[in-house]
Nanobody, 122 residues
Framework: EVQLVESGGGLVQAGGSLRLSCIGS????????IGWFRQAPGKGREGVSVIGSSDDSTWYADFADGRFAISRDNAKNTVYLQMSSLKPEDTAVYYC???????????????WGQGIHVSVSS
């Protein structure tokens, strides 16, 4: 059974940083692309960043480019999302998702974590 567990969320002041972690189990982690998505209250789920499986290629949403950094440690079955210069509009539930092929759209993923709250105060 594929399982994904996020950690590292919480409350931070604007301008601060957080590092989210996503630990996977029940599948060959290195063979899967991992994506981070977020959903703010009253809004749809949007892509934040993706890291590929074979070549560690990365994708960032425009709002994340330059402020967020995604990385993976296959030995630990973990993908990280380092978030810096956080803004109140980054407040959302953040989810990680896994798929053999990945992509920037949530519809491309069938395996999801339970989500973790990130709140940024002004």
């Amino acid at each position: 059974e594929v399982q994904l567990v996020e950690s590292g969320g919480g409350l931070v002041q604007a301008g601060g940083s957080l590092r989210l972690s996503c630990i996977g189990s029940g599948f060959t982690f290195r063979d899967y692309a991992i994506g981070w998505f977020r959903q703010a209250p009253g809004k749809g789920r949007e892509g934040v960043s993706v890291i590929g499986s074979s070549d560690d290629s990365t994708w960032y949403a425009d709002f994340a480019d330059g402020r967020f950094a995604i990385s993976r440690d296959n030995a630990k079955n973990t993908v990280y999302l380092q978030m810096s210069s956080l803004k109140p509009e980054d407040t959302a539930v953040y989810y990680c998702a896994a798929d053999p092929f990945g992509g920037s759209r949530s519809s491309q993923y069938h395996n999801w974590g339970q989500g973790i709250h990130v709140s940024v105060s002004s």
